[in-house]
RNA sequence: GCUCACGUGGCGGAAUGGCAGACGCGUACGGCUCAGGACCGUAUGGGGAAACCCGUGGAGGUUCGACUCCUCUCGUGAGCACCA
């Protein structure tokens, strides 16, 4: 098979320049105070989500984010800005160290080579990243400043009055352990047998581990965990003021699940007279809270429901139920997480014996036990109205409980019904609608001390720790059973030196094998978790802004520059996928909070502006995935079409943020018009050469090449600044079409050309603006060292335009007019019109629309 | 079940409430070629000989005018899922 000929010879020229940009530099920013700074200049920080490198490389899906992202930022460059546009590698995680558990090759020689496979690759496609802020989460210089974060975490407490992120040392109370932002308890955990590992909640789907989809079942562990939810009201507040999708903002409140409602306190009655057992009364009577998002049903509160797991269960049941819940109990006890939650089942529980006094009427309501109440959320306890929620409903149904309807619907049957209505057989809020009505009985029980208003979110601490080898070791030894932390002198704490990396599946990391390393002196040892994989990412927008910087995280100077502002600050652009929204977008968000609590960074919020990229499905319309073959690898791609036909078809396929297919035909597409811009200024000789087209003059283009020159640059300048690249390429797909066809290509407008070209086509441009540098003279320069063009109105206006005719808003026929002609002048013409006449011939007249510039429409009947 | 997003030619897609289908793919025909899976040109939503009619998932509505705004409905995709 002879080698398939190349349209133009991007083979040739696409390495030449990566060369010199790799020698030049000239992608590089200069920070505050270093050579080159120029602090006239504005800043746009534009970033990617880093990826992780795995050993399989790139394929399509990862560049199109960084392709858009790569197109702002030499666009932003050329427009005069100070661009940071970093790369890195989030190394950290569970392949590198489940490859050396495989063959004992250390996770840190893999991470090596899957970085260099990665970094060729992404050289490959031309990215301006500046390669010098380069990190690795893995790097000791990095992870050293992430183990600094968790000792400010570790340092730090929240505190309710000033709502924000303090020194410990503010902390008034008795025991600093308790509210500490990083902390330690014995928490029922995700545990992954399989993985050998706890989990986070946000890692389990379905019952199952995100990563391998292995069971995972509930254990209650020793844990460290970092308080985020101190932080829940914030982190839902200040979504606000973000430009990010809808979507994710709703995702994220979701996860974070805000519900305002009230906590009623319910006393357990004294059980004498139950079922003979006369003898038999409670030591000491029992409270039970609840809380409850409709306290306005309070009066249809027919029974009471606790968690199995509910701490006062033991002592409120009596002797007849005491088997009964004990079974039923263990029964729950021995289910997985997968099997409880599992909605299809019947609803299960069992009655305690006692009963509940309802504080609005003195009414004794049985108390159950059952599973649809989770002891993690709320209060562990609910007061259950079958009238106005579902799942009690059919559980009282099912165990023939009463059921009481408190709520007049607008219509409508009342049982059932879980809207907002009238409130009926409720003496102290009788008619009241809803909202009143909430709010009334919630003061009502507050004065009487047995309720108040409060808010629960479904947000849950953050489970912190990790029973891996291939993570952050904590900067933290135990002394006597208790923790302490490591002076930041003795930072980076580096894991030690293994054979075996495998879990040892008693929950005990990996670490514990490393018996001299755990040993940190006499009577303290160090702590053997590591941190979950999340933790690099946390902050590595930040560490780009000063990545060489060993004395501290980030320079002051220079964090105030790259993430301050004028504007709100933060990251400018941050551009990746979906499969983040409440992951790692939350944490790095209350991990930014606390720093700025603690005056560590210039702003609230990381991440000013967030898009998504859809995701790039293969040639079926499916899923790319190894199993279905239809993976396509961005190599193959850039040997057949070139890195710049890769760049422009990924962009021109459809909008950023949505979901589509890839062609390769697509990509021949793309290519062709590429080889149209290379052939407008390159001719093949008899040779076989390329040479300068002779048809290139320098002559100035006529009124319509103006216009289509202007119309580009508007187009394209508005085009990237909403992230519009299909059209944008589609617009410059128009403007060579305009120029193939004329014998002489005046040499002015393709200069315009391959600067507005340029960030989508960077290695092409950079060469043909060379030779047209070398023989039309000049200063020589590199493209990218040119200023993006202006657009000039007065070129766009035409002197005559045309005017769509309508009747009654169907198009009939149209008409050429001056430009300025009035809107009188409009109309009688239209009426004038012959086709408009005939059309109208013995209706009346009714209405005549005129819109400047576009239409008339007629309207008769 | 709940929440969100999206439904436009054979395909990817384009359209500040104002000519639906830009641009590209594919297809057809022609040119150039020893040749073409290269390149150049023309055509290309459907129906119809034509006048013209019909067309943005479906049904209503607002409007002189709706792919665009509103209501309902169907379908597809994503996320959450007993959160009281």
């Known amino acids: 098979m002879s080698e398939r000929r190349k349209p133009y010879p991007f083979d040739h020229f696409e390495p030449k320049w990566q060369r010199i940009w790799d020698e030049r530099q000239p992608f590089h920013a200069p920070n505050p105070g270093e050579r080159g700074f120029d602090p006239s200049r504005s800043k746009f920080y534009i970033l990617d989500m880093y990826p992780y ?135 029922p955990v995700n545990w992954c047998p399989e993985l050998g590992t706890v989990l986070a909640n946000e890692e389990v789907i379905d019952g199952k581990s995100e990563v391998g989809g292995f069971p995972v079942v509930r254990r209650p562990m020793r844990q460290w965990m970092l308080r985020i939810t101190a932080f829940a009201e914030r982190l839902i507040d200040e979504l606000d003021g973000l430009e990010w999708p809808a979507g994710i903002k709703a995702l994220q409140r979701n996860w974070i699940g805000r519900s305002v409602g009230a906590e009623v306190d319910f006393e357990v009655a004294p059980v004498s007279n139950l079922r003979g057992e006369a003898d038999r009364k409670l030591e000491t009577c029992a409270t039970i809270t609840v809380f409850t998002t409709r306290p306005d049903t309070l009066y249809g509160a027919t029974y009471m429901v606790l968690a199995p797991e509910h701490p006062l269960v033991d002592r409120i049941t009596t002797d007849v139920q005491r088997d009964a819940v004990r079974d039923y109990r263990a029964a729950i006890a021995s289910k997985s997480d997968l099997e409880r939650t599992d909605l299809a089942k019947d609803k299960s529980g069992v009655f305690t014996g006692a009963f509940a006094v309802n504080p609005v009427n003195e009414e004794r309501i049985p108390i159950w036990v059952a599973d649809y109440v989770l002891i993690s959320y709320g209060t562990g306890a609910i007061m259950a109205v079958p009238a106005h929620d579902e799942r009690d409903l059919e559980f009282a149904r099912r165990f023939e409980l009463p059921i009481l309807d408190v709520v007049q619907p607008p219509s409508g049957d009342s049982i059932g019904f879980i809207g907002e209505g009238i409130a009926i057989n409720s003496p102290i809020i009788e008619g009241l609608p809803t909202e009143a009505a909430k709010e009334k009985i919630t003061t009502w029980l507050e004065e009487r001390r047995v309720g108040q208003k409060s808010i629960h979110y479904k947000l849950r601490d953050w489970l912190f720790s990790r029973q891996r080898y291939w993570g952050e070791p ?141 995701i790039i499905l293969g040639e079926d319309g499916q899923k790319m995935s190894k199993s279905r073959g239809n993976v396509v690898n961005p190599d193959d791609v850039i040997d057949l079409y070139g890195a710049d036909a890769f760049r422009c078809y990924e962009m021109f396929m459809g909008p950023l943020e949505q979901m589509k297919p890839w062609s390769m035909k697509g990509v021949e597409g793309v290519s062709r018009f590429l080889a149209r811009v290379w052939r407008l200024i390159m001719i093949e000789n008899q040779a076989g050469e390329w040479e300068l087209n002779p048809a290139l003059a320098d002559i100035a283009p006529n009124k319509a090449q103006l216009k289509v020159v202007h119309a580009t640059i508007k187009k394209v300048t508005e085009d990237i600044e909403t992230l519009s690249f299909n059209t944008a390429i589609s617009q410059m797909m128009v403007f060579v079409n305009a120029f193939t066809t004329s014998d002489v290509v005046p040499f002015a407008p393709m200069r315009t050309l391959l600067v507005l070209l340029n960030p989508f086509a960077p290695h092409l441009t950079s060469e043909l603006w060379e030779t047209l540098e070398t023989r039309f003279g000049g200063a020589r320069s590199a493209i990218t060292d040119e200023s993006w063009p202006a657009y000039d109105p007065q070129y766009l206006v035409e002197d005559e335009i045309e005017i769509i005719l309508q009747v009654n808003g169907k198009v009939r026929d149209r008409m050429t007019v001056a430009s300025g002609a009035t809107d009188a002048e409009l109309e009688g013409a239209a009426l004038a019109n012959e086709r408009v006449q005939q059309l109208i011939a013995g209706k009346t007249v009714r209405k005549v629309v005129v819109v400047p510039k576009k239409l008339v429409n007629v309207v008769a009947n």
């Open 474 to 614: 904590f900067p933290i030894v135990w002394r006597s059973g208790k923790h302490e932390a490591l002076p930041e002198s003795e930072l980076p704490v580096e894991p030690p030196q293994l054979e075996d990396f495998k879990p040892t599946g008693t929950g005990e990391p990996p670490l514990a094998r490393a018996r001299d390393w755990i040993r940190y002196s006499q009577g303290a040892t160090r702590e053997t978790n590591t941190m979950p994989q999340w933790a690099g990412s946390c902050w590595y927008y930040l560490r780009f802004c000063d990545s060489q910087n060993d004395a501290r995280f980030v320079g002051e100077d220079t964090e105030r520059y790259w993430m301050g502002g004028d504007k709100p600050g933060g990251v400018d652009l941050y551009v990746g996928g979906t499969e983040h929204a409440v992951l790692h977008l939350l944490y790095a968000r209350f991990w930014h909070k606390v720093l700025f609590d603690l005056g560590y960074v210039s702003t609230p919020e990381p991440f000013q502006r967030l898009v998504n990229q859809g």
């Open 53 to 187: 490198p795995s050993g399989t490389g790139l394929h399509v899906g990862h560049p199109e984010g960084y392709t858009a992202t790569d197109i702002v930022a030499r666009y932003k460059r050329m427009r005069g800005f100070n661009v940071l546009h970093p790369m890195g590698w989030d190394a950290f995680g569970l392949p590198a160290e489940q490859y050396a558990i495989k063959t004992g090759q250390h996770p840190a020689v893999t991470t090596r080579e899957n970085v260099a496979k990665f970094k060729g690759q992404l050289k490959r496609i031309g990215f301006s990243y500046d390669w010098q802020r380069e990190i690795n989460t893995t790097d000791p210089r990095y992870f050293k400043w992430t183990q600094w974060i968790f000792l400010q975490l570790y340092k730090s407490w929240f505190n309710p009055e000033t709502q924000k992120a303090e020194p410990i040392s503010s902390y008034t109370g008795a025991e600093p352990d308790d509210v500490r932002l990083a902390y330690v308890a014995d928490v």
